[in-house]
């Protein structure tokens, strides 16, 4: 098992920054692929970034490409979004998930409660 929990949500102009981290526990961080994902009120669950294990490939939604950074500490067992020019329409709950499957099948096995972001216009 492994145990996810995210923080540092919150609310932002447009125009801002946050970033997410989420913290895990439980096993052996180096093995999973992590990913984040965001759910809007109403909206499907949606994919975000995905980091691969050791960190050297990461992926990204072409709705936050070269507006949102994945990266991850393995050493502190966390997984960090970045997210620079923050639009009303990235108002969502995001969560974090964890894989021992590659970071490009965007299947995912674990995932943490959320955190909720809001962008005001």
């Known amino acids: 098992q492994v145990q996810l929990v995210e923080s540092g949500g919150g609310l ?12 895990a526990s439980g ?7 992590m990913g ?8 499907e669950r949606e994919f975000v970034a995905a980091i691969s294990s ?6 990204y939604a072409d709705s936050v490409q070269s507006r949102f950074t994945i990266s991850r500490d ?11 020019s923050l639009r ?19 299947r995912y096995d674990y995932w943490g409660q959320g955190t909720q972001v809001s962008v005001s216009a």
Not at 12 to 23: D, E, T
Not at 74 to 84: I, P, Q, R, S
Not at 88 to 106: F, H, K, Q, V
């Open 27 to 33: 096993r052996t961080f180096s093995n999973y692929a």
């Open 12 to 23: 932002v102009q447009a125009g801002g920054s946050l970033r997410l981290s989420c913290a």
């Open 36 to 43: 984040w994902f965001r759910q809007a009120p109403g909206k």
């Open 74 to 84: 393995n050493a502190k067992n966390t997984v960090f979004l970045h997210m620079n």
């Open 54 to 59: 050791r960190g050297g490939r990461t992926r």
């Open 88 to 106: 009303p329409d990235d108002t969502a709950i995001y969560y974090c998930a964890a894989t021992e499957r590659s970071y490009s099948l965007n």
